[in-house]
């Protein structure tokens, strides 16, 4: 196996060389942070610019097997849930949670993909009942989200064929238990890139 050094430059070898991020950042820079061996700087910035381009499939777990011999946690697992969402779309969404004083739960969770909570997303079989369908939580710009919190979330659904009905707008709930523990509206529908 390449080190980690070896898997971020060809990681950067994979984009072309107009790559940039909103930053501004480019490829050329990445290249330059290469040769000053700032190898945190260039995971972020080839994270940065995945983020906004279309990359090749393995771009991602490259990145990630980078960040975990990197001991960077978190970018390890943001670079696992990209590149699954590279090959089965997401579903972003404004999750508000439900307050402790109101039956919701009582600590905050890890907003690293960990959870997978249930959803009701409007599906009901044959019979009528409601349908819950499983999706892991990724919270943006935060590490956790704690009771009577709102921020923005992405879903990677178990069974994203299930989850393709949604629109912007549509709200959906999130279930732990009884009762419902928050209601999010869906911000954006994102297809397979790969």
């Known amino acids: 196996m390449d080190d980690a050094f070896t898997l971020l430059r060809q990681a950067a070898d994979l984009l072309s060389d107009d790559a940039t991020a909103k930053s501004g950042r480019t490829v050329g ?12 700087m260039v995971l972020a910035a080839l994270i940065e610019i995945g983020d906004v381009r279309p990359v090749a499939p393995d771009f991602w777990e490259r990145l990630a097997e980078a960040a ?28 508000s949670l439900v307050g402790t004083e109101e039956g919701g739960r009582r600590t905050a969770f890890a907003g690293d993909g960990r959870l997978r909570p249930m959803w009701d ?18 919270v943006e710009f935060a590490e ?10 992405r879903l990677a659904p178990l069974r994203p064929e299930q989850w393709r009905h949604l629109r912007c707008g549509d709200v959906i709930t ?12 869906v911000i954006e529908v994102l297809p397979p890139r790969t």
């Open 29 to 40: 820079d990445v290249r330059e942070d290469i040769e000053r061996q700032e190898w945190e």
């Open 68 to 95: 975990r011999q990197m001991t960077l946690d978190r970018s390890r697992h943001w670079c696992e849930w990209r590149g699954w969402e590279d090959q089965h779309g997401t579903v972003r969404a404004t999750l």
């Open 121 to 138: 997303i409007g599906n009901r079989p044959p019979g009528g009942e409601r349908d819950l369908n499983i999706a892991r939580l990724w």
């Open 144 to 153: 956790a989200l704690g009771p009577g919190e709102t921020a923005d979330v």
């Open 174 to 185: 999130m279930h732990e238990a009884r009762p419902a523990a928050g209601t999010a509206t």
